[in-house]
């Protein structure tokens, strides 16, 4: 398993040490507010004094894999300009916002995933080739170039409703509860892309859908293997049995729909 491949996957949590992954987040961290660093001397707080050690001591021979982590995080400062990086210790019951964050991780609810598979037969047969992926993080990212809601380390943008679409060949599976705003920002910016929303023409927003397609929707049917959680392989969706997709190309500009 490449490093990569941990850094994504549920294998991290379960079986990577805690100084590991506190390495991993100070790395995510700097990713995460690269654009704001260069030129400056950037101090971190952590609440693991062995990976303030570590992060101070530019390494570690007591472990492979925390050293190469130290390794990462040296060549990122080194290679973004960053004049000089500090560790320091902040005790556990003051990092009350860290923590919480990190115990509330609901990629269940979030990060479905559809089989890059099937959204590629999907995409031919639309004929279109979307240049980035509006709702994703890094874990369910179609494309290199996407949005995520929250800071997120290789992410190009955060939060696209503060976005313009109008100059941005986009792919998006939102949330389901999102399906209206999203229908009514492709109106405003007359953008076009690639929506993803399931088949459900009681929905008040379905009239919206149909109006704004380019041309008929792909319609995915229920398989348990249509969406999948990087984060829970062995997940499966609650509405997997009973569930279509529809893969459409819409577009809020009167001239092209």
């Given amino acids: 398993m490449t490093l990569q491949q941990e850094e994504d996957g549920h294998l ?6 805690i100084n590991w992954l506190e390495f991993l987040a100070a790395l995510f961290a700097l990713k995460c507010f690269q654009s704001s660093l260069s030129g400056k001397h950037v101090k971190i707080m952590i609440d693991n004094t062995t990976a303030v050690c570590v992060v101070n001591s530019m ?16 060549e990122f400062c080194m290679s973004h300009n960053i004049v000089w990086l500090t560790a320091a210790h902040i005790p556990g019951s003051s990092n009350c916002r860290a923590d919480k964050e990190s115990r509330d991780f609901r ?5 479905w995933m559809i089989d890059p598979t ?38 190009s943008y955060i939060d696209a409703f503060t976005l313009s679409w109008s100059d941005k060949h986009f792919y998006c599976f939102p949330p389901f509860s999102w399906v209206l705003q ?17 088949m459900w023409p009681t929905q008040s927003w379905y009239p919206i859908l149909t109006s704004l397609l380019v ?18 392989p062995e997940e499966n969706h609650p ?13 809020g500009n009167n001239m092209r729909a």
Wanted: with cysteine; charged share 20%.
């Fill in 182 to 198: 999203v229908l009514q920002k492709i109106i405003q910016d007359k953008a076009t892309g690639i929506m993803v929303v399931p």
């Fill in 59 to 74: 390494g570690t021979c007591h472990s492979d894999k925390c050293n190469s982590i130290g390794i990462k995080i040296w």
């Fill in 118 to 155: 099937f959204l590629g037969i999907a995409l031919d047969a639309l004929n279109f080739k979307p240049q980035i992926d509006l709702f994703a993080s890094r874990l369910n990212r179609q494309f290199p170039i996407y949005c995520s809601f929250k800071p997120d380390p290789d992410a």
């Fill in 215 to 232: 041309l008929p929707p792909i319609t995915l049917p229920p398989s348990k293997n249509l969406l999948s959680l990087l984060a829970f």
């Fill in 107 to 111: 990629s269940e609810d979030t990060e």
């Fill in 239 to 251: 509405l997997h049995r009973k569930m279509s997709l529809l893969i459409c190309l819409l577009s």
């Fill in 12 to 17: 991290l949590r379960l079986k990577c040490h």
